[in-house]
């Protein structure tokens, strides 16, 4: 990676603040008359003397019933703080809520120029400690931020457990702005990440999920402004928790203007006892300030999900097959055999073999837990099929579904104990299965195991790990501290992948939750990609790519071009804007290629190989999400250096005398001029200012792939935005 502009953290003692100074942005931090950190400041450089000048914020409704402090960096319980508190805990003697002592605050540089600040609190009258965690890393605006909550009692006194009712990982704070406009991700299964863009209400707004999976239904991710921001400008605020499982972010609108934030693991009504001499961290809660609009923070959190996130950011993501929908279950050596040939013939470089191949698994009523091949379908087991995609030049790729076990299973009549449950309720079944408790040592130990195994066996080169249910009845009856199921689930999930990470160095592996239920910065951290979603209509997937662009790169959103009529939708839709659609992602095939017509099939050959030549703009290239005139909507990829542009383009439905209007391209360089696939010249001013005309075929479902070369040497040096 080039060399990146630096980042510094320190805590300045005679100006009182702690500064966090990033290539575009500036974080401060003040601690309290009463101890507690406080908010100060969250936006453009300015010099730290001036900020140590301001006096306090006054709140002009300042009463006996109101605080006219500055917002904490962690909410508390205690004293005039009436909003929602980040950390709340109880001791023994039911005592509620910290009071914080300032002790220290500590500085540290990593080779690589991360630095880490963390402030040091104590309890001024009981043994509890937090430290306030802040890291920032060259090049980036992010600031990462977490808790470390401890017991600093003896533990050979016996001194009593101290109760966490919640422990959030930051609580972050907005300038007063003139009015607060609030982005968001909601949805379901198969309509994840739709984009919610709404005022802020004068009030507590809580995003979450209680289903022990990041979730379809929201998303750890926000963003605020002040109702004027666009794609390409204004202020925008932004965070993303990096969590899998459960989790809650209030929002909260005050009346007299002041918003703040404050979010961590765990949904409401989780408790945690904290023992003697023990520590809870919190995942990172990561915060972004840009003055570049959405389009402008979106591009700056796909470079920290590319240089700090995803593990291996640098490789092409393969051209995938999945036969899921084409076959569901009914998966066998011969029929996989076909499709592979098929697939290869494609120019595909994956092949992965979904559910359906192992144990009594026939339907989705038996077989989760018993990993081993199916001898109906795959007699000689799994190798055959593994060689045969190799000798044709692909990567071979397995689904799983390690948390999960079906009651018809072999798994579940050894071990019925292993499963998350409460036994004196009844276990709801979703999707007929239950979900494993791998929060157990010995159920995380069997998982890795069998995965472990699995890979070597079978030489898979790629695991697409699936989890098709949320937690429902979750309990430990006659456990100390039930309730860290929540936590330790998760945590297990992310030790499992780690392991295999590095006990195969080679491996992939696709993060997948009946689509897009677990896709989050922590999951993205282990795994290549996201199954964005189980609904592969190419006009709801052009609202789905467009959410899941908000915070994560193309690279990592898998999309596959499936058959038309589309299962979920029923609708009929062109090979080639199926493809155009996918091709904005990371592409794959997932359709039953053994009724595609030679025609199809020769046409998907030439798209595939098209997007090979695109790839590297599109995963690794800028995105700016464009919307024209005539219902038009597209993705602009930019490559880094400028020298190459890639525009993906939808029209879904036409009405007549609404034909697409030439569409601009802010983001090129006007002073430059460009070349497309034609070998037709344009003047870079025309395509910023008037646009470039789409040429889009008429009639529904129209779209197009335009490439342009930057010609012009001259321009060759300039970068196309500052960021
Ligand atoms: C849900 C996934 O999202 C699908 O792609 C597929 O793998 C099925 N599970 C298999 O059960």
């Given at each position: 990676m080039p060399d990146q502009p630096s980042v510094t953290a320190r805590y300045d003692s005679d100006l009182g603040l702690a500064l966090l100074h990033t290539p575009g942005s500036l974080y401060a931090v003040r601690i309290g008359a009463d101890g507690s950190p406080r908010h100060v400041h969250w936006g453009p450089p300015l010099d730290p003397a001036a900020l140590a000048a301001l006096p306090d914020r006054v709140s002009p409704?300042?009463?006996?019933?109101e605080s006219d402090a500055a917002a904490d960096e962690l909410g508390i319980q205690t004293g005039d703080r009436f909003g929602p508190a980040g950390l709340q805990v109880r001791f023994a003697d039911g005592t509620v809520g910290a009071q914080w002592h300032f002790e220290d605050a500590r500085q540290h540089t990593d080779a690589d120029g991360t630095v880490e600040l963390r402030l040091l609190l104590a309890d001024r009258r009981y043994p509890l400690g937090a430290v306030l965690g802040y890291r920032v890393r060259p090049g980036s605006d992010v600031v990462e931020r977490w808790v470390e909550l401890s017991h600093t009692g003896d533990r050979d006194a016996d001194a009593d457990p101290i109760t966490v009712d919640r422990l959030d990982s930051a609580s972050w704070t907005l300038p007063r702005l003139p009015d607060y406009r609030i982005s968001h991700l909601v949805g379901g299964?198969?309509?994840?990440f739709q984009l919610q863009r709404d005022r802020l209400p004068v009030a507590e707004t809580t995003l979450t999920s209680r289903?022990?999976?990041?979730?379809?239904?929201?998303?750890?991710w926000l963003a605020l402004d002040?109702?004027?921001?666009?794609e390409e400008s204004g202020q925008v605020w932004s965070t993303a928790l990096a969590w899998s499982g459960s989790w809650r972010i209030t929002v909260h609108r005050d009346a007299v203007g002041r918003a703040t934030w404050t979010g961590g693991f765990g949904h409401e009504g989780l408790r945690w006892s904290l023992a003697p001499g023990e520590t809870l961290t919190t995942p990172v809660f990561t915060g972004l300030w840009t003055d570049g609009g959405f389009g402008g923070a979106s591009r700056a959190w796909h470079a920290y999900v590319r240089a700090h996130?995803?593990?291996?950011?640098?490789q092409d993501r393969p051209v995938l097959y999945n036969s899921w929908e084409a076959t569901g279950f009914a998966v066998d050596l011969d029929g996989q055999l076909r499709l592979a040939g098929l697939a290869a013939g494609l120019g595909v470089e994956l092949f992965v073999l979904d559910d359906?191949?192992?144990?009594?698994?026939?339907?989705?009523?038996?077989?989760?837990?018993?990993?081993?091949?199916?001898p109906g379908a795959f007699p000689g087991g799994l190798r055959p099929l593994a060689d045969e995609v190799h000798r044709l030049g692909m990567e071979f790729g397995l689904w799983v579904e390690p948390e999960m076990v079906n009651r018809d299973s072999d798994l579940f009549r050894a071990h019925?104990?292993?499963?998350?449950?409460?036994?004196t309720r009844d276990a709801t079944e979703l999707r007929d299965q239950l979900m494993l408790d791998l929060a157990r040592p010995e159920v995380e130990a069997w998982a890795l195991r069998t995965l472990d195994g699995l890979v070597r066996d079978n030489a898979v080169d790629w695991l697409k790990w699936d989890a098709n249910r949320p937690f429902t009845e979750a309990g430990r009856p006659g456990?100390?501290?039930?309730?860290r199921l929540w936590v330790d689930h998760t945590r297990a999930v992310h030790r499992i992948m780690d392991r295999l990470r590095a006990d195969h160095p080679g491996l992939r592996i696709e993060a997948c939750a009946g689509g897009g239920g677990r896709v989050d910065l922590a999951v993205l951290a282990r795994t290549?990609?996201?199954?964005?979603?189980?609904?592969?209509?190419p006009v709801d997937r052009i609202g789905i790519q467009h959410g899941f662009s908000q915070l994560y790169p193309a690279q990592a959103m898998a999309a596959w071009v499936t058959?038309?009529?589309?299962?979920?939708?029923v609708r009929t839709t062109p090979l080639r804007f199926r493809f155009h659609v996918a091709m904005a992602g990371a592409l794959g095939l997932g359709g039953d290629l053994t009724h595609w017509s030679e025609a199809e099939l020769k046409e998907a050959a030439e798209l595939v190989a098209r997007y090979k030549e695109i790839r590297p703009v599109v995963q690794r290239g800028r995105a700016h999400r464009l919307s024209g005139q005539g219902g038009v909507t597209a993705v602009h990829h930019a490559a880094e250096d400028g020298a190459e542009h890639v525009l993906l383009a939808w029209r879904p439905t036409t009405r007549f005398g609404h034909e697409a209007a030439p569409l601009p391209?802010?983001?090129?360089?006007?002073s430059a001029t460009y070349r497309d696939d034609a070998g037709r010249e344009h003047a870079g001013a025309v395509l910023v200012?008037?646009?470039?005309?789409?040429?889009l075929p008429r009639g529904d479902y129209a779209s197009t792939l335009i490439r342009l070369r930057r010609v012009d040497a001259a321009a060759g040096a300039r970068p196309l935005e500052e960021s």
């Open positions: 409704a300042r009463s006996s019933f299964w198969n309509s994840e289903r022990g999976l990041t979730s379809h239904h929201a998303h750890p002040d109702g004027t921001a666009t996130v995803l593990p291996a950011p640098a359906g191949w192992f144990g009594g698994r026939r339907d989705a009523t038996a077989g989760l837990g018993d990993w081993t091949p199916y019925p104990d292993w499963v998350v449950h409460s036994p456990h100390p501290d039930p309730d290549d990609q996201a199954w964005t979603s189980d609904n592969t209509d058959d038309s009529p589309n299962g979920a939708t391209l802010p983001a090129l360089d006007a200012h008037h646009g470039i005309e789409l040429e």
